[in-house]
């Protein structure tokens, strides 16, 4: 048997892998489907509800507008490019510190980058710009893997954060106080958005804007149902520590099911990545004991447009698998 690749053959197999197992790894991490667009819908209710009732800007419209004071006017107009504000807003969610159009710049230039080079190792246009796409998102998912993992992090530590504010207003600290406390007991994500909404309130915002604010910054079904008994409690009265303690029994009741549902859907997760790898064990197995019997698919244009409509086809069936393996809690 000959085992012997050419350095065109090769790079289209590693081009293969990479693309693959990057498309799989995406449609595994972002939100696409099912609950998470559901959530965003109703946060994006709730939040229009909050700012309707409220006269004054949005906290997140006056940060935005004393950042770009800070900046020199070439990256003030750079900020200021349509869709900037939303990169901005993904890059806070995600706990980040870059410049929004300093990510945008960098996906150009590693999508140019990536074409260049491909197109000069394959000289295939199509790879080309298949790499370049590739490339592109790839400070995009980076950030939102890591607002996912940020989101994940506070909303663990929330059933705590609950408990010290409810444990403040049992011993008579204003709501504003406990706020504070969280922000100085505890560590992580939700200590840093805690003590952002208790400066807040401290240089004169209301409550809600306040808490419009943390609700902005933090896109959690869980955080909005402590965000709107705060309000509603403000707005009717009643004892809130009682409000609280019950929320926070509901919101570790909904983990403790989250984790169940997660073990019991492992099995399915696990058949998912053989279902996306299986296609390259098989390819690979043929290729090497039978190298001339996928030689035109290798090396023939209309065999490289069938590798690209199959990588599209693939990503298509993970997204569908993840849907169905995605069980609302």
């Known amino acids: 048997m000959n085992f012997q690749l050419e350095s065109t053959e090769l790079l289209v197999i590693l081009a293969m892998v990479f693309v693959s197992v990057f498309l799989l790894l995406a449609s595994l991490s972002i939100p696409v489907f099912g609950e998470q667009r559901r959530v965003k819908r109703r946060l994006q209710q709730r939040l229009g509800d909050i700012a309707a009732e409220s006269d004054q800007p949005a906290i997140s419209t006056l940060l935005r507008a004393r950042y770009l004071k800070k900046l020199n006017p070439f990256e003030r107009q750079l900020e200021s490019m ?14 980040s510190k870059v410049l929004a159009y300093r990510v945008f710049l960098l996906s ?49 530590q929330l059933p705590e954060a609950i408990d010290i504010i409810k444990r403040a207003l049992l011993t008579g600290h204003p709501f504003s106080e406990s706020l504070n406390l969280v922000a100085e007991g505890l560590e992580g994500p939700v200590a840093v958005e805690f003590g952002i909404t208790y400066s807040d309130l401290n240089y004169g915002s209301d409550l809600r804007r306040a808490m419009l604010g943390l609700l902005e910054r933090v896109p959690s079904v869980t955080l909005m149902a402590f965000v709107t008994a705060v309000l509603v409690q403000k707005e009717t009265g009643g004892n ?24 019991l859907s492992a099995e399915g997760r696990l058949s998912a990545w053989i279902l996306m790898l299986v296609p390259f064990v098989l390819f690979a197995l043929i290729y090497f004991t039978t190298p001339g019997y996928l030689s035109i698919l290798v090396k023939s244009v209309d065999g490289h447009q069938l590798i690209g409509i199959s990588f599209v086809l693939m990503l298509v069936g993970a997204l569908w698998i993840r849907r169905l393996l995605r069980i609302e809690v």
């Open 108 to 156: 150009l230039l590693l999508a140019l980058v990536a074409f260049v080079l491909v197109l000069m190792l394959v000289q295939n246009v199509f790879l080309a710009i298949a790499a370049a796409l590739v490339a592109l998102v790839v400070p995009y998912v980076r950030l939102m893997v890591l607002r996912n993992k940020r989101l994940g992090e506070f909303e663990a």
């Open 82 to 95: 349509p869709g900037m504000a939303t990169l901005a807003r993904l890059i806070e969610q995600s706990g």
């Open 240 to 263: 809130l520590a009682e409000i609280l303690e019950n929320i926070g029994t509901v919101i570790r009741g909904r983990f403790r099911f989250q984790r169940r549902v997660k073990t």
